[in-house]
């Protein structure tokens, strides 16, 4: 890439990675506003509010995060899967786009509940708290991403190369996750439509 091109991209990388985190925050505090208030009204505005974000701004903003991101990674001399910390932060992005994807549906019905006039605050409690720690989570997963492209660990994807200590404990971190995140939807006990009901 030309360097104004390659400046462009990272402006929008940058701009809609951070946009992610902001609007994740933002759909953080109305999950936990409609998990903690017993205020009919807060907590149907709050399910209400995390549906539209969901749909109109955090998933385009993920979206657009991993496109400009592959972009990035693929247009300058960093690489795709040259640097392991470039590698984490594309598996990250990967695996939070995909958890999002996944609480789509769920945060689609909630919303719907909400808008009914019989809708009360202690209606679908196990919901509302999986969408709490699921944004929680993923707030951590997207700051664990910011934070690797601002120190940029030394490490090269090189066979034969010995394999830095924090590649090593990132890698058993992400793979428990992943297991888990596996084995719970093959279960259905936590699963995309597992509070729905």
């Known amino acids: 890439m030309t360097p104004r091109i390659r400046q462009l991209a990272l402006t929008a990388h940058v701009t809609c990675s951070v946009g992610w985190i902001g609007a994740l925050a933002v759909f953080f505090a109305h ?32 979206l ?22 470039v590698a984490s932060k594309l598996l990250l992005t990967a695996v939070a ?41 993923g707030l951590l997963v997207l700051l664990t991403a910011v934070t690797l492209a601002v120190c940029k660990p030394k490490g090269l994807i090189r066979r034969g190369m010995r394999v830095p200590q924090w ?12 297991l888990l995140i596996a084995a719970m939807l093959v279960t259905g006990a936590h699963g995309p439509d597992a509070h729905i009901r």
């Open 97 to 137: 786009t995909i958890v999002l994807l996944l609480k789509l549906r769920p945060i689609g019905y909630l919303a719907d509940v909400a808008a009914s006039p019989a809708f009360s605050s202690s209606d679908l409690i196990g919901l509302r708290a999986s969408l709490a720690i699921h944004a929680g989570a």
């Open 31 to 62: 999950a936990l506003a409609s998990l903690i208030s017993r205020d009919e009204q807060i907590v149907r505005a709050a399910a209400l509010a995390m549906g539209l974000a969901a749909w109109f701004v955090i998933l385009p903003l993920g």
């Open 167 to 178: 590649v090593k404990v990132f890698a058993c971190i992400v793979a428990v996750l992943i």
């Open 64 to 85: 657009a995060s991993l496109a400009t991101g592959l972009v990035q990674a693929l247009g300058t001399a960093w690489g795709l899967l040259r640097h392991y910390w």
